[in-house]
Antibody, heavy 119, light 111 residues
Framework: EVQLVESGGGLVQPGGSLRLSCAAS????????MNWVRQAPGKGLEWVSY????????YYADSVKGRFTISRDNAKNSLYLQMNSLRDEDTAVYYC????????????WGQGTTVTVSS | QSVLTQPPSVSAAPGQKVTISCSGS????????VSWYQQLPGTAPKLLIY???KRPSGIPDRFSGSKSGTSATLGITGLQTGDEADYYC????????????FGGGTKLTVL
C-alpha cells in the first residue's frame, strides 16, 4: 500500500525549531518529487516547499524562505522539513504529499502532523 | 489573499450538478496544468483531477475538470451527501518566484 506518514509535530515556543519527518512506503520513493503543504486552523491549503527526486531542485513559499529547509534521504525513504525561527503563524497541520510521476499534481498525501507555535 | 480565486461556497440539492470556478492569471493557470483536490472534514486532501481534466484511478466520472485561458472549472454531477467537502484548485505560479499555489477553497453543501 502506498503510504506517507508524518511525524515530529508538537508544541514549540516562538523562535524555536522543529524537524518534521515523512516516512514513505509502498512505492519507489527515490523516483518521486515531494512537497510539504500546511493548513492553519480553519484555513485553506498553503504550499510550503518542493524537492525534486534527486534533491537538485528545491522551492519554498516566500512565507518560509530562509527559515525552513526541505531535504530527503532516498536511502531511508524519508522526507524532512527543518523549521527554524518559528512564528505563531506557522501553527498548522503539515502534510507531506507526493507528486505524480511525469506530472506535478499531488496524488498521495499523508495524514498530517500538527505544529503549534505558542508561548 | 490567495493567488487563485474560488467562490467561498456553493450549494445544490442531491442529484443536481454544481460547478466550482478557479480564476488565475497568465503566470499560473494560463501556462500550467490545474489540479483539483477534495478535502472531507477532518481528513487529508485527495486528488480529484490532474492535468486540467484527467481523473486518477478510482475517481468516479461524476467529477470533471476543464480549463480555458486563465480559469478552470470543476464540475460535479449527481451530487451526493458524501460530496460535502472543501474543494481546492492548485497549480504552479511563476510571477515572482517559482511556487505552487492553491485557491482559497470552496465549501460545497449538498442541501
Amino acid at each position: 500500500e502506498v503510504q506517507l506518514v508524518e511525524s515530529g509535530g508538537g508544541l514549540v515556543q516562538p523562535g524555536g525549531s522543529l524537524r518534521l519527518s515523512c516516512a514513505a512506503s509502498g512505492f519507489t520513493f527515490s523516483s518521486y518529487s515531494m512537497n510539504w503543504v500546511r493548513q492553519a486552523p480553519g484555513k485553506g491549503l498553503e504550499w510550503v516547499s518542493y524537492i525534486s527526486s534527486s534533491s537538485s531542485t528545491i522551492y519554498y513559499a516566500d512565507s518560509v524562505k530562509g527559515r525552513f529547509t526541505i531535504s530527503r534521504d532516498n536511502a531511508k525513504n524519508s522526507l524532512y522539513l527543518q523549521m527554524n525561527s518559528l512564528r505563531d503563524e506557522d501553527t498548522a497541520v503539515y502534510y507531506c504529499a507526493r507528486d505524480m510521476l511525469g506530472a506535478t499534481d499531488m496524488d498521495v498525501w499523508g495524514q498530517g502532523t500538527t505544529v503549534t507555535v505558542s508561548s | 489573499q490567495s493567488v487563485l480565486t474560488q467562490p467561498p461556497s456553493v450549494s445544490a440539492a442531491p442529484g443536481q450538478k454544481v460547478t466550482i470556478s478557479c480564476s488565475g492569471s497568465s503566470s499560473n493557470i494560463g501556462n500550467n496544468y490545474v489540479s483539483w483536490y477534495q478535502q472531507l472534514p477532518g481528513t487529508a486532501p485527495k486528488l480529484l483531477i490532474y492535468e486540467n481534466n484527467k481523473r486518477p484511478s478510482g475517481i468516479p466520472d461524476r467529477f470533471s475538470g476543464s480549463k480555458s485561458g486563465t480559469s478552470a472549472t470543476l464540475g460535479i454531477t449527481g451530487l451526493q451527501t458524501g460530496d460535502e467537502a472543501d474543494y481546492y484548485c492548485g497549480t504552479w505560479d511563476s510571477s515572482l518566484s517559482v511556487r505552487k499555489v492553491f485557491g482559497g477553497g470552496t465549501k460545497l453543501t449538498v442541501l
